[in-house]
């Protein structure tokens, strides 16, 4: 996100064009050389880890066919935004971070600053948009199942999440200077333009990660009630006496159970769907409606009960992904708003750099944390890492003739 070294004091140049008059006194402080080599370890461990992690996901997807669904396709576009954050963002940020200077000339800067706003604002968005495609599938179960069109294309959304992404810092990466008419960094910094103007960082922030922060947190809240409000309503009645085998008395025992039409028919089609071919080879024989009857309430008990376990576990994986996102993500976000506001005189370098890791440490965090409820993610990636296991896993499940 804001890939803004805290290494730059607070000298004319950063209210107007520098004259070259006045030298730049870095903020970083001079570490002995054990605590920088123990420092560049731990950077080059997490880059590893986050590229690793990543690269993970993505092959997961292209080796498991399973794993092609309209939804897990959002944890792949977010997989994409962390793997370019480890492969590019992090390796080139960390001779500045241990020496203070930048040696890779001003061009390499600019494209720097560009990628890492466009890959970390990706990563929050990709989140919202995760978040907002389970509420659907928890809460809006039907209709979510039933969508068409060109917004329900998960590629459109992931295109969508590029774009708004490019567009919230990209402009001002590139065009601050031109419309300042100077630079306000340093030779041998490399910063936004922008780092101090607290009034564009609040606004971008807002867009970044409080509008966001606000949107997950509904999103989950919402899920969570619903879920609730599903346990509660456990017991189910039934019509006394089905005039038929078709459609009427479903529809009694859908109204007569309380709940609303959109959960229940999902879990009623599947039923149905589930009993078809039993249905269809009873129609030949005298069956009594009352068994039809008994068929159907326990097929349907058992659905609903299989699908309100389902989305707890989504429930369960998503709120942990979030949380992760706030803790990784709060922090820096609200020092970033603080320290421009007072033009870096009261945040102590070395307190904003940690936050500003946090936020790669999200990139690093977010590839661990799929397969933490998810089985066909855990199923995939031990077909990667350990196929031999998981065939013996496969084995031991199929059973003996």
């Given at each position: 996100?804001?890939?803004?070294?805290?290494?730059?004091?607070?000298?004319?140049?950063?209210?107007?064009?520098?004259?070259?008059?006045?030298?730049?006194?870095?903020?970083?402080?001079?570490?002995?050389?054990?605590?920088?080599?123990?420092?560049a370890?731990?950077?080059?461990l997490?880059?590893?880890?986050?590229?690793?992690?990543?690269?993970?996901?993505?092959?997961?997807?292209?080796?498991?066919?399973?794993?092609?669904?309209?939804?897990?396709y959002?944890?792949?576009?977010?997989?994409?935004s962390?793997?370019?954050?480890?492969?590019?963002?992090?390796?080139?940020?960390?001779?500045?971070?241990?020496?203070?200077?930048?040696?890779?000339?001003?061009?390499?800067c600019k494209?720097?600053?560009?990628?890492?706003?466009?890959?970390?604002?990706?990563?929050?968005?990709?989140?919202?948009?995760?978040?907002?495609?389970?509420?659907?599938?928890?809460?809006?179960?039907?209709?979510?199942?039933?969508?068409?069109?060109m917004?329900?294309?998960?590629?459109?959304?992931?295109?969508?999440?590029?774009?708004?992404?490019?567009?919230?810092y990209s402009?001002?990466?590139?065009?601050?200077?031109?419309?300042?008419?100077?630079?306000?960094?340093?030779?041998?910094?490399?910063?936004?333009?922008?780092?101090?103007?607290?009034?564009?960082?609040?606004?971008?922030?807002?867009?970044?990660?409080?509008?966001?922060?606000?949107?997950?947190?509904?999103?989950?809240?919402?899920?969570?009630?619903?879920?609730?409000?599903?346990?509660?309503?456990?017991?189910?009645?039934?019509?006394?006496?089905?005039?038929?085998?078709?459609?009427?008395?479903?529809?009694?025992?859908l109204?007569?159970?309380g709940?609303?039409?959109?959960?229940?028919?999902?879990?009623?089609?599947?039923?149905?769907?589930?009993?078809?071919?039993?249905?269809?080879?009873?129609?030949?024989?005298?069956?009594?409606?009352?068994?039809?009857?008994?068929?159907?309430?326990?097929?349907?008990?058992?659905?609903?009960?299989?699908?309100?376990?389902?989305?707890?576990?989504?429930?369960?994986?998503?709120?942990?992904?979030?949380?992760?996102?706030?803790?990784?993500?709060?922090?820096?976000?609200?020092?970033?708003?603080?320290?421009?506001?007072?033009?870096?005189?009261?945040?102590?370098?070395?307190l904003?750099?940690?936050?500003?890791?946090?936020?790669?440490?999200?990139?690093?965090?977010?590839p661990?944390?799929?397969?933490?409820?998810?089985?066909?993610?855990?199923?995939?990636?031990?077909?990667?890492?350990?196929?031999?296991?998981?065939?013996?896993?496969?084995?031991?499940?199929?059973?003996?003739?």
């Amino acid at each position: 996100m804001l890939n803004m070294h805290n290494s730059t004091a607070e000298t004319p140049c950063m209210m107007g064009p520098c004259n070259g008059t006045v030298s730049p006194q870095p903020l970083t402080p001079q570490f002995p050389l054990g605590v920088v080599v123990f420092l560049a370890l731990l950077m080059v461990l997490l880059v590893l880890v986050t590229i690793l992690g990543n690269v993970l996901v993505i092959l997961a997807f292209i080796l498991d066919k399973n794993l092609r669904h309209r939804n897990n396709y959002f944890f792949l576009n977010l997989a994409i935004s962390d793997f370019a954050v480890g492969v590019f963002c992090m390796p080139l940020y960390i001779p500045y971070a241990l020496t203070g200077t930048w040696h890779l000339g001003k061009g390499l800067c600019k494209l720097w600053l560009l990628l890492d706003y466009l890959m970390c604002s990706a990563s929050v968005f990709n989140i919202v948009l995760i978040s907002y495609d389970r509420f659907l599938s928890v809460t809006k179960a039907v209709s979510y199942r039933t969508q068409q069109g060109m917004m329900s294309n998960p590629v459109v959304k992931m295109v969508a999440i590029w774009v708004f992404a490019f567009l919230l810092y990209s402009p001002a990466v590139l065009l601050w200077e031109y419309m300042a008419g100077y630079s306000m960094v340093e030779e041998g910094q490399c910063y936004a333009e922008f780092f101090n103007n607290w009034y564009f960082l609040l606004c971008a922030s807002t867009l970044e990660f409080f509008v966001p922060l606000i949107s997950v947190t509904y999103f989950n809240l919402s899920i969570f009630y619903n879920i609730q409000r599903r346990q509660r309503r456990g017991s189910i009645q039934y019509c006394e006496s089905p005039g038929s085998r078709s459609m009427t008395w479903r529809f009694c025992f859908l109204l007569r159970r309380g709940s609303s039409l959109s959960e229940t028919e999902d879990s009623a089609s599947s039923v149905m769907r589930s009993l078809r071919p039993s249905l269809a080879s009873n129609s030949t024989s005298p069956t009594s409606p009352v068994a039809d009857k008994r068929d159907f309430s326990a097929s349907f008990r058992a659905n609903s009960q299989s699908r309100l376990q389902r989305d707890k576990k989504v429930a369960k994986s998503l709120a942990i992904i979030v949380c992760v996102f706030v803790i990784c993500w709060a922090p820096y976000t609200l020092l970033m708003i603080i320290r421009g506001a007072c033009q870096g005189k009261c945040v102590h370098p070395i307190l904003y750099e940690i936050t500003f890791w946090l936020l790669w440490i999200n990139s690093s965090l977010n590839p661990f944390l799929y397969p933490l409820c998810h089985v066909r993610f855990q199923m995939a990636f031990m077909k990667i890492l350990c196929p031999q296991k998981l065939t013996m896993l496969r084995s031991n499940d199929t059973p003996s003739v």
